[in-house]
């Protein structure tokens, strides 16, 4: 079994940052993916970033250039540097972790970015 537990959201203006982490624990598997999803009122979860251990990258492309995903595999944390907010980042953000077909998510963390 996998915990994964983010923290770091909250309400910023937009044009600000914020950054994410999550912690994962448990029975992690060295070759894992380590994602950031967001939902919004009304829309369906939808991808932010991903990130492998040996650190090859993916964005959506509404995030390119803002957001960065990172991981410290010695300390199984993965982060979502969050630059130059907008309103419309404004959702719960979620952690998962995924090895094959096996994927844990987080209770999530409220951003609200304020126009």
């Known amino acids: 079994q996998v915990q994964v537990v983010e923290s770091g959201g909250g309400l910023v203006q937009a044009g600000g940052s914020l950054r994410l982490s999550c912690a994962a624990s448990g029975s992690i598997v060295s070759t894992n993916v380590m994602g950031w999803y967001r939902q919004s009122p009304g829309k369906q979860r939808e991808l932010v970033a991903t990130i492998t251990r040996a650190g090859s990258t993916d964005y959506a492309d509404s995030v390119k250039g803002r957001f960065t995903i990172s991981r410290d595999n010695t300390k199984n944390m993965v982060y979502l540097q969050m630059n130059s907010l907008k309103p419309e980042d404004t959702a719960v953000y979620y952690c998962?972790?995924?090895?094959?077909?096996?994927?844990?998510w987080g209770q999530g963390t409220q951003v609200t970015v304020s126009s």
């Open positions: 998962r972790y995924t090895y094959g077909l096996y994927g844990v």
